[in-house]
């Protein structure tokens, strides 16, 4: 049986400074902004090169921020300085590089709180 993640809901309280935010800073790609009904809006978007996407919006029941926030989603990219690089240029925070023994970790949080990793691997799995 596979299972495949596609599909990450994170709450935000601002729609638009979230779409903002994850399309213009950190880059995703903007796959749907959607109001199948009055009072509810979707919207999800994609990390570049990823099969999983987050989404976020009003009217499904999403906790929000001041309930929950998500911690330690992680993206994983060939080059975490490069990448980390890249997003300080678009004007995103994030933090020093700290090397984990050989795997390597950026840092940032999005403007609700829900935080994110940048992740390089750099040693191959144990036996």
Same mark, same amino acid.
């Given at each position: 049986m596979?299972?495949?993640?596609?599909?990450? /809901?994170? /709450?935000?309280?601002? +729609?638009a400074r979230?779409?903002a935010?994850?399309r213009?800073?950190?880059?995703?790609?903007?796959?749907?902004?959607?109001?199948p009904?009055e009072g509810?809006?979707?919207?999800q978007?994609t990390?570049p090169?990823?099969?999983c996407?987050i989404?976020f919006?009003t009217g499904?029941?999403?906790?929000?921020?001041?309930e929950?926030v998500?911690?330690?989603?992680h993206?994983? +990219?060939d080059d975490v300085?490069?990448?980390r690089?890249?997003?300080?240029?678009?004007?995103a925070t994030v933090?020093?590089?700290d090397d984990?023994?050989? +795997?390597?970790y950026?840092?940032f949080?999005?403007p609700d709180?829900n935080s994110?990793?940048?992740?390089?691997i750099r040693?191959?799995?144990?036996p």
């Open positions: 596979d299972m495949k993640l596609e599909l990450v /809901p994170i /709450p935000v309280s601002d +729609v979230s779409i935010f994850y213009d800073v950190i880059g995703f790609h903007l796959d749907h902004d959607v109001s009904r509810m809006r979707i919207v978007l990390p090169g990823s099969a996407s989404a919006g499904f029941g999403l906790p929000t921020p001041d929950s998500i911690t330690g989603l993206l994983v +990219v300085a490069a990448a690089d890249e997003l300080v240029a678009r004007g933090s020093g590089i984990m023994g050989g +795997v390597l950026a840092h949080r999005d709180g994110w990793s940048l992740q390089e040693v191959s799995a144990r």
